[in-house]
């Protein structure tokens, strides 16, 4: 298993920027997948972006309510992985999750494809 531990969740002021890490530990493979959730009180988990790999190339994909404005990113030598929140809106306000796993096509954008996740961290954006 990977394991995953974030970082940078807080407060922020609509029109702000936050910065999330999520660093990864323990087996890692030529072809793989990280990505982030977020998931409201009352609401479903959702799909806010991934980023996969392989030995060729990379590929990243973001929710249609966060393309844009969000960026997915890793850093290869620190196993860390990033998701940078530009011009935040309240409606980002959920925990969001990191998560890793062998996914692959559409299931990339859904929570199941995933079989490791990190704790989560608050994400609170006030107007």
């Known amino acids: 298993q990977v394991q995953l531990v974030e970082s940078g969740g807080g407060l922020v002021q609509a029109g702000g920027s936050l910065r999330l890490s999520c660093e990864a530990s323990?087996?890692?493979?030529?072809?793989?997948?990280m990505g982030w959730f977020r998931q409201a009180p009352g609401k479903e988990r959702e799909f806010v972006a991934y980023?996969?790999?392989?030995?060729?190339?990379?590929?990243?994909a973001y929710a249609d309510s966060v393309k844009g404005r969000f960026t997915i990113s890793r850093d290869n030598a620190k196993n860390t992985m990033y998701l940078q929140m530009n011009s935040m809106k309240t409606e980002d306000t959920a925990v969001y999750y990191c998560?890793?796993?062998?996914?692959?096509?559409?299931?990339?954008?859904?929570?199941?494809?995933?079989?490791?996740w990190g704790q989560g961290t608050q994400v609170t954006v006030s107007s």
């Open positions: 998560a890793a796993g062998a996914a692959y096509g559409s299931s990339r954008e859904k929570p199941f494809a995933y079989g490791d």
């Open positions: 323990g087996r890692t493979f030529s072809s793989y997948t």
């Open positions: 980023i996969s790999w392989n030995l060729k190339s990379s590929s990243t």
